[in-house]
């Protein structure tokens, strides 16, 4: 059953006759961004957790639902392998990292981390709605869903059902991983959810010695295709050592650069 009031979209929803997920009325929740990337592997958790740090750091109350069911790689990155999430029945209770991020990810549910989720696309999105309505989440300035790849079953699903204020796409500077960041933009666009912009992932990689930037795919038109499709470049992040480290070993320092860029990145999606 749908309780408008604890909706964070109650003041802007247009769907409230045929919305069909319940909201738990121990939840507050402000804002909810969804990352995805329509592409496999371009870095969308990663992103994921390193905005969920930003706004963490910033002082904001931030949460991350692992949406990506038959992929969940949230626990790892934020250093959490090997927890079990706990219930009391009826409500699951998140796991919470070292800096106080809140997460829930299928693999706190199962006992062995390589096992697979050999399951049919309702079930996977059954599962998600689940992440959403029974977690006690509590009060969060944002919840921040790390999308499965592509198109898909479970992406029409999350972006139906759950009440997304806006998406960031993650994208690689590649013309063909462009084109099927394109296909995610114009599902966000037809399902109504405004895209905020892009995340440049793996822009470049620096040269330790000289600091000199250098772009692996040069010559490759992500300006074009961002005025194409009408989209903001939210920021550009390098392919880094620093970045691997933050996000699989639990370094928690962050260099300025870095922090500048991810400043430029939540400014534009707060
Ligand atoms: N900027 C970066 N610098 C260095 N390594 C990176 C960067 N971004 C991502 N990676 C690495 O690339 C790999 C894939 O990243 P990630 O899991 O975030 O991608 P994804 O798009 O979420 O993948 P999936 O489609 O499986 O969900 C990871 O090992 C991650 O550490």
Same mark, same amino acid.
């Given at each position: 059953m749908t309780n ?5 979209? @109650?003041n802007s929803c247009k769907?409230q006759a045929?919305?069909?997920i %319940?909201n +738990?009325?121990?939840?507050?929740i402000? !804002?909810i961004?969804?990352?995805m &990337?329509?592409?496999?592997?371009v ?7 390193l905005i969920a740090?930003? /706004?963490? !750091?910033?002082?904001?109350k931030?949460?991350i639902?692992?949406s990506?069911?038959?992929g969940?790689s =949230?626990?790892? /990155?934020m250093n959490? *392998?090997n927890?079990r999430?706990m219930?009391? $029945?009826?409500?699951?209770y998140p796991i919470e990292? @070292?800096? $106080?991020? @809140?997460?829930?990810?299928?693999n706190?549910? #199962?006992?062995n ?5 050999v399951?049919k696309?309702?079930?996977v999105g059954n599962? #998600?709605? *689940?992440?959403?309505?029974?977690? =006690?989440w $509590?009060?969060?300035?944002y919840?921040l869903?790390d999308?499965p790849p592509?198109?898909?079953?479970v992406?029409?699903? #999350?972006?139906q059902?759950i009440p997304i204020?806006?998406?960031v796409m993650? &994208?690689v500077?590649?013309d063909m991983?462009?084109?099927? #960041?394109?296909k ?12 905020l912009g892009v995340?440049e +992932?793996m822009?470049?990689i620096q040269?330790?010695?000289?600091? !000199? %930037?250098? @772009? ?6 992500t300006e %074009?295709? /961002?005025?194409e ?7 550009e ?5 620093e970045i691997?480290?933050?996000t699989?070993? $639990? ?8 922090d500048?860029?991810?400043?430029? =990145? ?5």
């Amino acid at each position: 059953m749908t309780n408008c009031n604890s909706c964070p979209s @109650k003041n802007s929803c247009k769907t409230q006759a045929t919305c069909n997920i %319940k909201n +738990n009325p121990n939840n507050n929740i402000k !804002k909810i961004i969804a990352v995805m &990337s329509g592409k496999g592997g371009v870095g969308k958790s990663t992103v994921t957790a390193l905005i969920a740090k930003k /706004l963490n !750091k910033m002082g904001y109350k931030v949460g991350i639902l692992d949406s990506d069911i038959t992929g969940p790689s =949230i626990p790892r /990155l934020m250093n959490l *392998q090997n927890q079990r999430a706990m219930s009391n $029945g009826k409500d699951i209770y998140p796991i919470e990292s @070292k800096e $106080g991020i @809140k997460t829930m990810s299928i693999n706190y549910m #199962v006992d062995n981390e390589n096992q697979p989720i050999v399951w049919k696309g309702p079930m996977v999105g059954n599962a #998600v709605k *689940q992440f959403y309505s029974d977690v =006690i989440w $509590g009060e969060l300035d944002y919840l921040l869903i790390d999308m499965p790849p592509g198109t898909g079953d479970v992406a029409l699903t #999350v972006m139906q059902s759950i009440p997304i204020s806006g998406v960031v796409m993650v &994208s690689v500077p590649q013309d063909m991983i462009s084109m099927i #960041v394109a296909k995610a933009v114009n599902m966000a666009k037809m399902l109504n959810i405004k895209v905020l912009g892009v995340v440049e +992932n793996m822009s470049y990689i620096q040269c330790p010695d000289c600091d !000199k %930037k250098i @772009k692996l795919f040069e010559g490759e038109e992500t300006e %074009k295709f /961002l005025s194409e499709m009408d989209l903001k470049l939210l920021g550009e992040l390098p392919m880094t050592k620093e970045i691997v480290n933050i996000t699989h070993n $639990g370094v928690s320092e962050i260099s300025e650069s870095l922090d500048g860029i991810l400043t430029g =990145i939540v400014d534009n999606i707060k």
